[in-house]
């Protein structure tokens, strides 16, 4: 009657044995180390291994191991001060080429990483590090769009022959035309250009108001945090943090998490900078029609051409070095911004041409009692040189200093932002405060592990002790799903095992009291102990699929510890469900199934 089949025996210690793989890496603990990646992306070959290997034995800071992990080096140390020795040794000889990352690696043995077995990740609070929220100016954005259209209708009006002027007012643009009888010729222009924009009678017979339409604005929002979110990555990748976290929150925000990482500073300038770059003809004498004044880093404010030849988005690659003794940063365009540069030097030989730094920043100003925002926008002419030759995808600017170079370079990298982000919220965890966490995690669960544990044993004596048994492997199946998964434990996660705790023990509670009221009833042993578990599990799928939904729930709609929490308490779900109703009902089926009793020991 209690009996499994071989196979179902054979199934239970399977999952075991996995489970116990799965988690084996979390018992060597971490330590301090680098982790190595080519800025570009691609991926690193055992002959970088041996490379820095040698760099750091040079400096005799040889490393305790030193491997490849998914295309990227990591160098273990045995202290923190020998990991940040190595770490400004790296970073002086490999140059902008390589991100060099400090972070924790695992103490696992080579034949654990070659089964490709990795500990569960730890969460920012547990870890250490920053943690920054950013909004997205979405009004900057779809200003930027509309500039983008003033743009295109100029060029467009030009080409036709009609004598106008379009300029951006507030969420719209007007277009005034110097004859009535063009207008009907701008409308069909404007019409031309964009099917969907609202295209009105500006109500003096000469102009135009043009409007995006609500969902032309809605998309433009959805692009703007989306390409923000891509390029803080690439910039967060750049700075060569190791498991950033860079994710998108409700509908104008982004969170950025960067464990590890010691110079936070930094991090928000090179995240926050919208720096980017437009390249101009200078106009040597102002009469051009719509030059415009520039102040210059060198010297004294300079008229630009209003036409820009190559801007930020166009580059496709930037990189820091030094020219002539003075500190540059190497320029690679897109194949449109190319030939447009390869046209303008071909018809502007011994013509000077500037290199405009623009830059967009947000002050906080009180304003009648109340602290308001205020966008402010920078523009800098860093760099002016005289064309001597003709060239297109390749060049280099100078005027900055190396610091700059090395910062501006990496922005230019990592793409430009499509509308500013502004700071709205920042925390710092130190490495200790994280550890902190961790112990002290480490003490509730264990504490509620041991109580639990000893009040099983007492009260339900031998089934007791076989419940405290599945729930030790239950904490291990929760490890290893989290490690499998590579699913991040937050401080949240830990009160999630804490409870699932609770709730794996509560599951067998419900088993052993059916069981005691089916003996009480006068049922033999054997038909009490199976009548208990069958007519528990309704109750206890009821009770845990309940919670299960509750948990997607918090999954789905919350961010951060919310989402942490909900992680652990649906991994620890499945396995209390497993280790509770099967994981039990195998070793009472083993002890007591196949023997004659005279009482259920419970």
Same mark, same amino acid.
Request: glycine letters at 8%.
């Given at each position: ?284 004498? *102002?009469?051009? %029609? &719509?030059? !415009? ?6 010297? +004294?404010? /300079?008229?630009?051409?209003?036409? =820009? ?120 965890? *130190?490495?200790? %405060? &994280?550890? !902190? ?6 003490? +509730?669960? /264990?504490?509620?592990?041991?109580? =639990? ?150």
């Amino acid at each position: 009657m209690n009996r499994y089949p071989a196979w179902m025996y054979a199934l239970v210690i399977g999952i075991v044995a996995l489970g116990a793989l799965f988690a084996l890496p979390n018992a060597f603990g971490t330590v301090p180390a680098l982790q190595v990646a080519r800025t570009d992306g691609e991926a690193m070959d055992t002959s970088m291994v041996e490379r820095f290997r040698e760099t750091l034995v040079g400096n005799e800071l040889a490393p305790e191991a030193a491997y490849l992990d998914d295309g990227r080096v990591v160098l273990r140390f045995s202290s923190v001060d020998r990991q940040l020795r190595a770490s400004d040794a790296l970073r002086d000889s490999v140059g902008d080429d390589y991100a060099v990352a400090l972070t924790l690696a695992s103490r696992s043995p080579a034949w654990v990483r070659g089964l490709g077995l990795e500990p569960m990740s730890l969460g920012l609070d547990l870890r250490g590090g920053v943690y920054f929220l950013y909004e997205v100016d979405m009004e900057a954005a779809i200003r930027k769009r509309l500039e983008l259209y003033v743009d295109d209708f100029e060029t467009r009006l030009t080409e036709a022959g009609i004598a106008r002027r379009v300029r951006v007012e507030d969420d719209r643009i007007r277009v005034q035309v110097r004859d009535a009888e063009d207008l009907a010729e701008a409308r069909r222009i404007v019409r031309n250009a964009d099917q969907d924009l609202d295209i009105s009678d500006g109500g003096d017979g000469k102009s135009l108001v043009i409007r995006m339409t609500e969902q032309q604005v809605r998309e433009r929002q959805n692009f703007a945090i989306e390409q923000n979110t891509t390029t803080l990555r690439n910039r967060v990748n750049a700075l060569g943090v190791a498991e950033p976290l860079v994710q998108r929150q409700g509908l104008d925000r982004i969170v950025v998490q960067l464990p590890g990482i010691q110079d936070p500073a930094r991090a928000d300038a090179i995240l926050g900078a919208t720096a980017t770059l437009e390249f101009r003809l200078v106009d040597e004498d *102002g009469s051009a %029609l &719509g030059s !415009e004044l520039f102040p210059f880093r060198q010297g +004294a404010d /300079t008229w630009l051409r209003r036409e =820009v030849i190559a801007s930020g988005d166009q580059i496709v690659d930037a990189s820091s070095g030094f020219s002539e003794g003075q500190p540059a940063v190497f320029i690679r365009l897109d194949s449109a911004g190319g030939d447009r540069m390869l046209d303008t030097t071909r018809a502007n030989l011994d013509k000077p041409m500037a290199v405009l730094f623009i830059e967009t920043t947000r002050d906080a100003v009180e304003r009648n009692g109340e602290m308001e925002y205020v966008t402010q926008r920078s523009e800098e002419i860093i760099n002016v040189a005289t064309i001597r030759g003709v060239f297109r995808n390749e060049f280099q600017i100078t005027g900055l200093t190396p610091r700059e170079a090395r910062d501006l370079a990496l922005l230019l990298r990592a793409g430009s932002l499509a509308a500013p982000i502004f700071k709205v919220e920042e925390r710092t965890i *130190g490495p200790s %405060l &994280g550890q !902190e966490n961790i112990d002290k995690g480490f003490m +509730a669960v /264990t504490i509620g592990f041991l109580a =639990v544990v000893v009040f099983m044993a007492i009260y339900y004596r031998v089934f007791g002790v076989i419940a405290d048994l599945a729930l030790l492997v239950n904490l291990v199946l929760i490890v290893a799903l989290l490690s499998l998964f590579q699913a991040s434990l937050t401080l949240p996660g830990i009160a999630g095992i804490v409870l699932t705790v609770g709730m794996a023990v509560d599951a067998n509670v419900l088993i052993f009291e059916r069981i005691r009221e089916e003996v009480a009833n006068g049922n033999s042993p054997q038909a009490a102990i199976h009548a208990g578990y069958e007519k528990a599990f309704s109750s206890i799928a009821d009770a845990q699929i309940t919670t299960l939904i509750a948990a997607i729930v918090l999954f789905t709609f919350g961010t951060g510890p919310i989402k942490g929490f909900a992680i652990t308490l649906t991994f620890g779900i499945v396995t209390s469900m497993f280790t509770a109703i099967i994981g039990t009902r195998s070793v009472v089926n083993a002890v007591y199934g196949s023997r004659r009793i005279e009482a259920v020991p419970v």
